[in-house]
């Protein structure tokens, strides 16, 4: 089967950095994604990785390891505009077009 | 620029109804996938379409089913609608060789 496991809520004061992890189990892996989608919106991109080790932009980071399937989104200096669910989804077809997504990590980031 | 766009918005059918979504991708855009999304989970990939072919399918029934017309636009039809079918259906477009996915607004399907 294939699956990713996230916690499902998280909850940070604002200038503070949190660390969102997450598992996978799929049977293809091109790469591991996350997007971020507030209450009534729809999902944008934040970054993706396809080798291991981390990507920085700006205030969000994102790190993967391929041989332990895991990979998490780093968070900094939090303002209360990240309040969201955060997704991370695994690409696992050759086409960038085919994502497993997670359930998601409701991420609340308190004043 | 215009970013992916779908309509209806929201829609309301009854059990055993067929409905049809549309989904138009950004200019340039030649894949486009669409997504279901049930009220507190992620997205869940039903269809890829990539110029016009069929290039993956999730783990949906055969009431589901999509086509990619020659200016890349997309449609996501539905049959024998069922009470588990409401959900936020999202169409994302993507470049050749892009790694980000941008989704459009979504369609709000409720099924009575």
């Known amino acids: 089967g294939q699956s990713l496991e996230q916690p499902s809520e998280v909850t940070a004061v604002e200038g503070a950095i949190v660390q969102i992890n997450c598992t996978y189990q799929t049977s293809g892996f091109y790469g591991l994604s996350w997007y971020q989608q507030h209450d009534g919106g729809a999902p944008t991109f934040l970054s993706y990785n396809a080798l291991d080790g981390l990507e920085e932009t700006g205030r969000f980071s994102s790190f993967l390891s391929r041989s332990d399937s895991y990979g998490y989104l780093l968070l900094q200096e939090l303002q209360m505009k990240d309040s969201a669910s955060y997704f991370c989804a695994v690409r696992f077809g050759g086409s960038q077009g085919n994502l497993i997504f997670g359930k998601g990590t409701k991420l609340s980031v308190k004043p | 620029d215009a970013g992916v766009t779908q309509s209806p918005t929201h829609l309301i059918k009854t059990r055993g109804q067929h409905v049809t979504l549309r989904c138009s991708p950004i200019?340039?855009?030649?894949?486009v996938s669409w997504y279901q999304q049930v009220l507190g989970q992620g997205p869940q990939f039903i269809f890829q379409y990539y110029e016009k072919e069929e290039r993956g399918r999730g783990n949906f029934p055969d009431r589901f089913s999509a086509r990619q017309f020659p200016n890349y636009s997309s449609e996501l039809n539905v049959n024998a609608l069922l009470l588990g079918d409401s959900a936020l259906y999202l169409c994302?477009?993507?470049?050749?060789?892009?790694?980000?996915?941008?989704f459009g607004p979504g369609t709000r399907l409720t099924v009575l």
């Open positions: 200019s340039g855009h030649k894949s």
């Open positions: 994302a477009s993507s470049s050749r060789g892009g790694n980000e996915q941008f």
